[in-house]
């Protein structure tokens, strides 16, 4: 899209088109951050699955490749910042791309502080043998989110280099890893492939294999890591050629992390030399790394996930600056005549990047531990939403999607895709909110739905123009 593109859709250009195509790719590589994912989630699939609940990863991880493939033509065609939330604007009405748009603030917002808090507890403390206290990791966390609002306000350049770099670093990392572990396997004898048809704590369970049992529960790695592929959409306008490399990056971003994911996931499985010691650790990734390679290695892991950890913070948090950005330049945003602003030094939305680093601080000094657990619990469910939202979107309107030139198509496979998709989304939904142990995060989600829905109906009382009219003017026929 040309400045020409930019302003035939309303809008003045004002952020500068500077990424290229690997940085793209970065940015959606960075977010969904499969060995920070994997280091987050293991412990629950040994705990709900056994090590057997590794091979959920799979079906995940074709799952999520099918709805990228979706999204990848959203944005081959419509390259604006804002991404689901400008193409339910443009292709359905802002009524409805306003509601897109606010699930995917709630899911950013969230996922900006998951990261910080994540990073603090899990990496930067045990890498420096600091005892776990729930104080000094807040602390840690709005210190963390303090240095990332700098640096991204800074430059979006800046947050590209780093993020590529992180890139660069977890694939790495995640390769040598994983043949290490499986050498130490070998030379060792600490560990068997028989772990990864091991059912664990679970063994001898009658539900096993049942909807809403133990098996099935363990997608929830992959629901939690595959996620955000999208986030180069979010920053179409920033790169150079976006009808091209912004759905590359959405679609080789999961295929990479999906088979990287499962590499990493194999090697730990097979080199867990005691299932029960290593389940009941509480951290089992890092207890298979010490027990294997020793304490040296655990700490050149923790390092790495320090890395991972705040590349995935970054650009979570641009991701979602773009996002109020988008929606408060269209006038659908609470205090949109503030987060409209860009820096022109920075060509960066400040203000919108500050919102983002006031609700991480807001929730640290607010939130018990337990509350804010569940919260973080409940932002695994609002991107399975908006995704399907999106299938849904692509279903209705595909047939007024014309073509571009050059860009990425799906071609005749385009209908079974966005079916079979849709599928998978629908059996992720009910595998997230169906069991008894997730109402108080299904309640959480609901609550900043109902939030929204208090916010939409002020909009359509005293602001109705905004949710009926496109910036060029356009009105919308519902």
């Known amino acids: 899209m040309s400045q020409d593109d930019i302003e035939g859709s309303g809008y003045h250009p004002e952020l500068k088109r500077q990424l290229g195509s690997f940085q793209m790719f970065a940015i959606s590589f960075a977010f969904i951050s499969v060995a920070v994912g994997i280091f987050a989630t293991y412990d629950d699939v040994l705990q709900l699955a056994g090590p057997a609940g590794i091979w959920m990863w799979v079906v995940t991880a074709i799952g999520q490749t099918l709805v990228a493939l979706v999204v990848a033509q959203f944005a081959a065609r419509i390259v604006l910042s804002g991404s689901s939330y400008q193409w339910a604007s443009r292709l359905a009405n802002p009524k409805v791309g306003w509601g897109f748009g606010w699930l995917s603030f709630c899911f950013l917002a969230i996922g900006t502080v998951t990261a910080a808090d994540a990073l603090a507890s899990q990496a930067l403390m045990p890498l420096f ?12 966390t709005i210190g963390i989110l303090l240095v990332e609002v700098v640096m991204t306000v800074y430059s979006t350049r800046l947050v590209a280099m780093i993020t590529s770099g992180a890139v660069a670093l977890e694939v790495v990392i995640v390769i040598v890893l994983s043949v290490a572990l499986i050498v130490a396997v070998i030379v060792g004898g600490d560990g068997s492939v028989s772990n990864l048809t091991d059912r664990g704590a679970s063994d001898g369970a009658s539900d096993y294999f049942h909807i809403g049992g133990p098996l099935i529960l363990a997608t929830i790695a992959g629901l939690v890591t595959l996620v955000g592929f999208d986030s180069a959409a979010n920053l179409a306008e920033e790169a150079k050629n976006p009808h091209r490399d912004v759905p590359r990056a959405i679609v080789g971003s999961v295929v990479a992390a999906s088979v990287l994911g499962f590499i990493f996931l194999l090697a730990l499985t097979i080199a867990i030399p005691d299932i029960k010691s290593v389940t009941d650790s509480g951290a089992p990734v890092a207890t298979i790394m ?56 920075t060509s960066t939305p400040v203000w919108a990047t500050m919102l983002i680093f006031l609700i991480g601080v807001l929730l640290m000094l607010t939130l018990p531990g337990d509350s804010l657990i569940k919260l973080i619990t409940s932002g695994t469910i609002l991107p399975v939403l908006i995704y399907a939202g999106t299938v849904v979107l692509y279903l209705c309107v595909r047939k007024k999607l014309e073509a571009t030139e050059g860009a990425f198509s799906l071609g005749r496979f385009e209908l079974p895709v966005a079916i079979v998709a849709l599928a998978w989304l629908t059996f992720a939904l009910g595998t997230l909110v169906l069991p008894s142990s997730t109402r108080t995060s299904d309640l959480i989600a609901g609550g900043m739905i109902g939030i929204g829905a208090v916010f939409f109906l002020g909009m359509y009382l005293f602001n109705r123009e905004a949710l009926e009219t496109e910036p060029d003017d356009t009105k919308i026929v519902d």
Do not use: W, Y
């Open 129 to 140: 043998n600091i005892a776990p206290d729930e104080s000094l990791a807040r602390l840690l």
């Open 290 to 345: 010490h027990d294997q390679l020793g304490a040296f290695m655990e700490k050149v892991l923790l390092t790495c996930f320090v890395v991972a950890f705040f590349a995935v913070g970054m650009v979570t948090m641009a991701t979602g600056a773009r996002l109020i950005f988008a929606m408060s330049r269209d006038g659908r945003f609470p205090g949109h005549q503030l987060f409209r602003k860009v820096n022109p030094k």
